[in-house]
């Protein structure tokens, strides 16, 4: 039976189809096409974005004279984001999704025409906090749409979606942002995106309004905003920016910003994630510490393979990068396995198998230090370390919203978000404080010369991210509520 078969009753006796027993119904028959198509859509415009900004990055601050402030328009992104996740999150739970999704998208195009537009640095960065606000609204938001929106068997499916999403922008995005900066200029990179977000927009927006939208005890009262945890937010965020800034201004007086940030973010991460996250409770806590844990150990240690690569090993930074590129495949797959129905049953198992091809892909991929093993290693250990990953942060979002009640989806696909960035700044701060202390900073970028060369340096990264990544292994031996 074709998934695009009507479900209306009346369409189909009119055309003599029989509709599609619900059962039977997948995210792309009738009833869900415009709401599936829409929300993906939006993803892969966001995902076309991030990994464009990465190539008109650079063009960007030499254009403006800011390269001194490089870093900064990348953490103004972060540091906005965590505090939009939190207030999507309260949004969603008493209001419903379609307010916070709206106002995140507005505020993410404005961002983007901010920075585009902008004549000196300090306003790019502040388009790019900007946008990092409406980022955190609108990935919390979808979250919660999924949950509201789907029932739980199509879950898996759609999630998937998000994740197959990511693939054609993670092999296309920098070679386009790559010819357009060039060719058009960078600004292009950052003004065309909000004008194609329309269409998926108005496809979706109906659909949200009808299937998730208003406060989800259906009363049409929106209840009043936790003002607890809107102080936690802001201090999560500011904590989080002082840190940032203490880490790249390396000088003994960064140690004050460095402690009032620490000071700041510990109590408001305590504050914000459930109850027993830092000791892996058994059941949702597990689930948020397990999404932190997979994605900080495979991002800090993928931050350094390319760099590996070119100053090790002697490639192009174009060919060093291309050896990522198979891992957006093998990460969709492993989410399209993880939504098969056939494997509901054993979802926790899957997301142990996938923490150890995580831990193994990190652990074999300093290996190319040798210099008898052949570079192509990298390339073959990543794709099933993205393998991996797909089946383990997908899963992670279909526990969660199985997990979660109704009038809290969106509190905890904020804790979810949150693990995931805060882990994310945490171990590649470690992982850099570590390579620089093995004489890292030291590397050359062209092809390794014998003074260059710091394989330790390179070591000291990738390992320890292996140790992490096996602890997520262990952690997810406790996602199921006893």
Avoid at 122 to 144: D, H, M, P, S, T
Avoid at 196 to 203: D, G, H, I, K, R
Avoid at 268 to 296: F, M, Q
């Amino acid at each position: 039976m074709s998934v695009l078969e009507p479900r209306d009753t009346g369409v189909a006796k009119s055309s003599g189809v029989p509709p599609v027993p619900e059962s039977e119904e997948t995210v792309l028959s009738r009833s869900y096409r415009a709401l599936s198509i829409g929300i993906v859509s939006v993803v892969l415009l966001i995902a076309f974005e991030a990994t464009a900004v990465g190539t008109a990055m650079p063009v960007a601050a030499r254009e403006l004279d800011g390269v001194s402030l490089y870093a900064f328009a990348f953490s103004g992104y972060f540091t906005t984001s965590l505090f939009g996740m939190v207030l999507a999150g309260q949004w969603s739970d008493r209001r419903g999704p379609l307010g916070a999704l709206t106002t995140g998208i507005a505020f993410f195009g404005a961002g983007l025409l901010l920075s585009g537009t902008a004549g000196v640095m300090w306003l790019f960065i502040l388009g790019r906090a900007v946008q990092g606000l409406g980022g955190g609204l609108v990935i919390v938001a979808l979250y919660v749409v999924v949950g509201r929106a789907y029932p739980e068997r199509l879950r898996p499916a759609i999630m998937a979606a998000f994740s197959a999403s990511w693939v054609v922008p993670s092999i296309v995005g920098p070679l386009a942002s790559g010819a357009v900066t060039e060719h058009l200029g960078w600004r292009w990179v950052f003004v065309g995106i909000p004008v194609l977000v329309v269409f998926p927009l108005a496809l979706a927006l109906p659909q949200i309004r009808r299937r998730a939208g208003g406060p989800v005890d259906g009363s049409g009262r929106p209840a009043s905003f936790d003002r607890r945890r809107i102080r936690l937010a802001l201090g999560i965020s500011l904590g989080a920016g002082l840190l940032q800034y203490a880490a790249q201004d390396l000088r003994w007086l960064s140690l004050v910003p460095g402690v009032v940030g620490a000071a700041l973010l510990v109590p408001a991460v305590l504050g914000l994630l459930p109850r027993g996250t830092y000791r892996a409770a058994r059941g949702l806590p597990s689930v948020v510490l397990l999404r932190g844990v997979a994605a900080g150990s495979f991002i800090a240690a993928e931050s350094f393979v390319p760099l590996m690569l070119v100053t090790q090993r002697g490639l192009s930074p174009t060919l060093a990068g291309f050896s990522l590129a198979a891992g957006g495949v093998t990460w969709a797959l492993g989410s399209w396995v993880q939504s098969l129905p056939r494997v509901e049953p054993y979802r926790e198992r899957l997301m142990t198998v996938g923490m150890v091809l995580v831990a193994a892909s990190i652990a074999a991929a300093p290996s190319v230090l040798i210099d008898s093993v052949p570079a192509w290693t990298v390339a073959v250990a990543w794709a099933f370390g993205c393998f991996g990953m797909g089946l383990v942060i997908s899963s992670a979002g279909v526990l969660l919203l199985h997990l979660s009640a109704p009038e809290e989806a969106g509190t905890n696909s904020a804790a979810l978000q949150i693990s995931d960035a805060l882990s994310n700044v945490v171990l590649l701060a470690v992982g850099g404080a570590a390579f620089a202390a093995l004489g890292g900073g030291a590397v050359s970028h062209a092809a390794t010369e014998a003074s260059g060369s710091h394989p330790a340096a390179f070591a000291v990264v990738f390992l320890p991210m292996a140790g992490v990544a096996l602890v997520g292994a262990w952690v997810t031996t406790r996602l199921r509520e006893r």
